[in-house]
């Protein structure tokens, strides 16, 4: 189906047009985007994006703020329109249907919550809205106030809630007219450290109980690790990567990723021979310059002679108190930084880059060596990753 | 009419001037100079309405509940009749309410949009709109609602326009009507009306509506259920902004409105002019008017505690 640049006019509703406009994805594909753009008066916001969302995944949304993922969230919600592409729902083009009639609801950040209506009222409007029996939405509204344990809270006001019972709510009224989708846009953002992180989970169970598909949106990584299936890492208005946590963590596809998620050093190398080509796993001998040869893995096909980084992440450097042979890396230990489960040291590494480890503190890693020594450098086997620039 | 609206204004605001002793004294100005204008003019209407009725305007102070009994009873012309209930003056009332409210309705319909629209501008160009609003007020009532006299007059300008476009065949009348009366109340008033409502929505929380059509509600159905119960303190502000200086308004029933259509300004004007007047029956008017308006307010204050208790 080629549907690149052609425009969306969202006042033409027409709903024989919406069926017609059906695609060839799987069937277990609840949220499809084909060549997504959104441009306002002189910004670009979203870059031609294209992503599926299978049905029943914890898929995120993960960027820095001004990447694009809140505007591309208000899209499939219904609350903005599109320049150039198209959005399926379950097949289906929803991209002129308006928030209102889109089965799918949002969790908002400030959770706005009705403020003049009742916890049970709240949780109810969207069912009254879509017009289901007053018996049907008494027993969800209590069964939705019992997933989020807040059963005794039914008549108070939204303004005699805490924050973590707000956000309980706001997920509550979104679920409670079991929508297809649920959108999440970064709720856990207002709460404090320790309720973010027991929300993480409980979230993460709520959404394995009900089954419907999530589309969370966060700037912060560890949420985004903890819970999804998929990541997809967002910047400047462009996909970056789709993957598993794992595969975004140790796997990053370019700079923006590996940076971004996580801590990680950088060293500029020249590739200088391709080992073994197996279209997405490479694995590559890399010069460091200045320092010596590494084996990396790559991603992509690359040719003799490309530029770019090898990028390590620091729990894969160990510091070794002797070297061992000739073509080891070697650097002088600056800094030893203690840090409860780990140990943090930094390598002036004998290019003058500077190197960053973290090592566990358990007796068998502790690191013996002090600030001044010169040690060697080992790395764990794949852990090395070239990255063209 | 000013006490009314000062009045009105000290039940509308609560006061919660307990605990700030220091600043109170940055509000002695205002007190002494309201108290003194309007403390001391309300007993004086007081004291004169149960007073004696000198023929020639001015009072002879001697007890008298004759102003009173003037506007709810008829004694016949020498008043030696038995009593029965006068519905003159209780009718004048109930013309001049019926008329405000007509001309508050008015201001609402027209009002409401008006504010909506104002304050879902950007942010930069609400205070252009809100300045445009208040234009009027640069000229001096009295020339807008003789201007306004001019205007619709049967061979007005307006009427000129009309049958020259040949939209109607003959004049349409509407000096001396009630309709004229509305207008003119409703042109005086409808910037009472936009600014607080305004100011209502203006606070509102947008998301909110944005969430309500996440939830499946209509444009009409957020409107009627999540904006209007949340601007509702807007609303029923301009409500009280328009209604009371309505209710008493003088310039446009007695320009606009005629002999005819005579409302309560008029009746306790003609009460303190020249030598036919009646000072205490004026100061009796005056006195149930200003009750009929202090019931209303108390009213309305009453729901809004009890609004408040249920929350």
Redesign the interface.
């Given at each position: 189906m080629n549907i690149t640049d052609q425009s969306i006019d969202r006042n033409a509703n027409s709903p024989e047009q919406n069926t017609l406009l059906t695609t060839d994805v799987p069937v277990d594909t609840a949220i499809d985007i084909q060549n997504l753009s959104k441009h306002y008066t002189d910004v670009v916001a979203l870059d031609n994006i294209s992503l599926s969302i299978k049905d029943k995944e914890f898929f995120t949304l993960l960027g820095p703020s001004g990447c694009g993922k809140t505007t591309l969230l208000r899209i499939i919600a219904g609350f903005e329109s599109v320049s150039a592409g198209k959005v399926f729902l379950h097949g289906k083009s929803i991209a002129d249907l308006p928030a209102n009639k889109r089965p799918i609801n949002t969790v908002f950040q400030q959770y706005s919550l009705f403020p003049h209506m009742s916890v049970a009222d709240n949780i109810k409007f969207g069912m009254q809205m879509k017009g289901s029996s007053a018996s049907h939405i008494n027993q969800r509204c209590e069964q939705m106030l019992a997933l989020v344990q807040l059963s005794d809270y039914a008549t108070r006001k939204p303004s005699q809630l805490s924050g973590g019972q707000a956000q309980r709510v706001a997920l509550a009224r979104a679920l409670a007219p079991e929508p297809e989708v649920l959108l999440l846009d970064e709720p856990l953002s207002a709460l404090d450290l320790k309720l973010r992180q027991a929300m993480r989970l409980e979230l993460k169970q709520i959404q394995q109980e009900t089954g419907i598909t999530f589309i969370f949106v966060t700037h912060d990584q560890e949420e985004a690790l903890t819970m999804s299936d998929r990541i997809a890492v967002m910047s400047a208005g462009k996909i970056q990567q789709i993957g598993s946590a794992h595969t975004i963590y140790e796997k990053p596809q370019n700079r923006f990723v590996a940076d971004f998620i996580g801590e990680t050093n950088m060293l500029e190398s020249t590739v200088t021979q391709v080992i073994d080509s197996k279209g997405s796993s490479n694995a590559l001998v890399c010069e460091l310059t200045g320092l010596g040869q590494i084996t990396a893995s790559s991603s992509a096909d690359i040719a003799p002679g490309t530029t770019g980084s090898v990028c390590i992440r620091p729990e894969h450097i160990s510091i070794l108190e002797t070297a061992h042979n000739e073509s080891q890396l070697k650097g002088t230990l600056e800094q030893l930084v203690y840090m409860g489960t780990d140990t943090q040291a930094t390598i002036r590494l004998t290019n003058g880059a500077s190197l960053l480890v973290r090592s566990p503190n358990s007796a068998a890693q502790k690191i013996t060596a002090q600030p001044g020594d010169t040690v060697g450098i080992g790395t764990d086997e794949n852990a090395a990753r070239f990255l063209i620039d | 009419m000013k006490s009314q609206s000062n009045s009105q204004q000290n039940n509308i605001v609560p006061a919660n001037a307990t605990f700030h002793n220091q600043k109170n004294k940055l509000l002695l100005p205002a007190w002494l100079v309201i108290g003194f204008f309007l403390v001391v003019p309300v007993l004086m209407m007081l004291v004169y309405s149960f007073l004696t009725k000198e023929f020639r305007g001015g009072v002879i102070w001697e007890f008298s509940l004759a102003a009173y009994d003037q506007f709810f009873f008829d004694r016949g012309l020498f008043g030696d009749e038995p009593a029965k209930i006068d519905w003159t003056y209780i009718k004048i009332y109930g013309r001049s309410a019926l008329q405000a409210l007509i001309a508050t309705l008015l201001c609402l319909v027209i009002g409401f949009p008006t504010a909506y629209y104002i304050a879902t501008r950007p942010v930069r160009s609400r205070p252009l709109w809100v300045f445009l609003i208040t234009i009027p007020y640069w000229v001096n009532l009295l020339i807008r609602t003789v201007s306004m006299k001019f205007l619709i007059r049967d061979n007005g300008p307006l009427n000129t326009w009309l049958l020259q476009a040949g939209i109607i065949d003959q004049p349409i009348h509407l000096i001396n009507t009630n309709l004229a009366v509305q207008l003119g109340l409703f042109y005086s008033y409808l910037p009472f009306m936009v600014l607080p409502i305004y100011a209502s929505i203006e606070r509102f929380?947008f998301?909110?509506s944005?969430?309500?059509?996440?939830?499946?509600?209509?444009r009409w159905?957020t409107l009627r259920q999540?904006i209007l119960?949340?601007v509702k303190p807007g609303i029923i502000a301009g409500c009280i902004l328009v209604f009371v200086p309505s209710l008493g308004a003088f310039l446009a029933p007695d320009l606009l409105g005629g002999a005819k259509n005579f409302m309560i300004g008029s009746l306790i004007e003609e009460q303190f002019k020249g030598n036919a007047g009646n000072w205490p029956f004026g100061a009796a008017s005056s006195m149930i008017l200003l009750i009929i308006v202090l019931l209303v307010l108390l009213i309305y204050a009453r729901n809004e505690s009890h609004a408040q208790g249920a929350?």
């Open positions: - | 929380d998301s909110l944005e969430a309500a059509a996440d939830l499946y509600a209509s159905t999540i119960p949340m929350r």
